[in-house]
């Protein structure tokens, strides 16, 4: 029998072409992304098809490497890596940053009763001097700071606005950091805290898929 190579096969999953765009988009905003916020306009029809088609989508990650779980009174949809292939590697500052902004969280969250959590960078800046960077003599420069950030937010870790001065720029953290970043109890923070307290400490990989940490161009 003569096959024809150039003829496309039929496809493997036999769904409506509407349902196969919003399955691909899915799986496409996991991987870039790490989850789907249903309560942004952007990604509100996405949520709900995700809702509706749950089963397909946590299927389809699954063959991704992918473990995916929804949370439908936060309108959350968030993917974590089961292969380290799909881990995003951070340098140390991007790392400390990240568990300073866990900490705020956590703070504000469990001590506080917070229902969002919010801060601007000249609070987060405080936070580092206090809690992380005590020994350091320098912290983030504000380029590399604004890097970070967009980076978390490029991950749905945080909500970013840029304002001038850049100081006084908020930052919103999103439930999905600490999912992603993921510690039993504020000891275990602590002990990870200690490890970067150290300036060679080596950087560790945060639990968020994507790529490695690249420069970001964006205005």
């Known amino acids: 029998m003569n096959i024809d190579l150039n003829t496309p096969p039929a496809p493997l999953l036999r769904l409506p072409d509407p349902d196969r765009v919003h399955l691909a988009d899915a799986l496409q905003a996991l991987l870039a992304h790490g989850s789907i916020l249903g309560l942004d306009s952007g990604d509100t029809e996405l949520y709900s098809w995700c809702r509706q088609n749950f089963d397909w989508l946590r299927e389809i990650a699954a063959l991704a490497g992918l473990s995916v779980t929804m949370e439908h009174e936060s309108r959350l949809i968030q993917a974590l890596p089961e292969r380290p292939a799909l881990t995003l590697h951070l340098r140390q500052d991007a790392t400390i940053v990240l568990l300073a902004l866990w900490y705020e969280y956590d703070t504000q969250i469990r001590d ?14 405080q936070l580092l001097k206090e809690k992380l960077l005590p020994e350091l003599k320098s912290q983030p420069s504000a380029g590399r700071m604004r890097e970070i950030l967009r980076q978390a937010r490029r991950f749905n870790l945080v909500r970013f606005e840029v304002a001038e001065p850049f100081e006084q720029s908020k930052i919103e953290v999103l439930k999905t950091l600490p999912r992603a970043i993921q510690f039993n109890e504020l000891a275990e923070w602590t002990r990870t805290a200690e490890l970067h307290r150290e300036p060679q400490a080596e950087p560790v990989d945060g639990e968020a898929s994507g790529a490695d940490e690249t420069e970001e161009t964006e205005p």
């Not at 506080?112 to 800046?125: F, K, M």
């Open 112 to 125: 506080q009763g917070a229902a969002q959590v919010t801060l601007t960078v000249e609070q987060l800046n």
